[in-house]
């Protein structure tokens, strides 16, 4: 069973996350299948290493992380790759892969575009 983790940055404001949790719940209600958790990088809970953890209690047999980032910047050059590799040591029955940043994925670019001129037209 594969595991799906959306990292994002997190914020003091709780508001800030309801996006993400929406993606959550439309990803878990698309493909109940696979379990998914959201985890943040500072001030909010869960932890990156709290939602691994979480979904290897309920016995993933991979994992791999969504940063839901526009770009890579210092966190995810520098603080992820140490804290997958911290995570990985915790969980080594449990491959743990990386995504690009989302903002970086073509497709997704693109839909971004698409919007904006959809927006002024």
């Known amino acids: 069973m594969q595991g799906i983790v959306l990292f994002a940055h997190g914020a003091r404001d709780p508001e800030w996350a309801r996006p993400f949790e929406a993606m959550r719940e439309r990803l878990r209600a698309r493909r109940p299948e ?3 958790d959201l985890a943040f990088l500072e001030r909010m809970e869960p932890t990156l290493e ?23 910047g210092g966190h995810l050059k520098h603080d992820l790759p140490r804290m997958i590799e911290a995570i990985r ?3 080594p029955r449990v491959p743990i892969a990386l995504a690009s940043a989302v903002g970086e994925v073509p497709e997704i670019v693109e839909a971004i575009a698409d919007w904006v ?4 037209d």
Request: charge should be positive.
């Open 89 to 91: 040591a915790k969980h």
């Open 117 to 120: 001129l959809r927006s002024v």
């Open 50 to 72: 709290g939602a691994v953890d979480t979904l290897a209690t309920r016995g993933v047999s991979a994992i791999t992380v969504f940063p839901i980032f526009m770009a890579q």
């Open 34 to 36: 696979f379990p998914v």
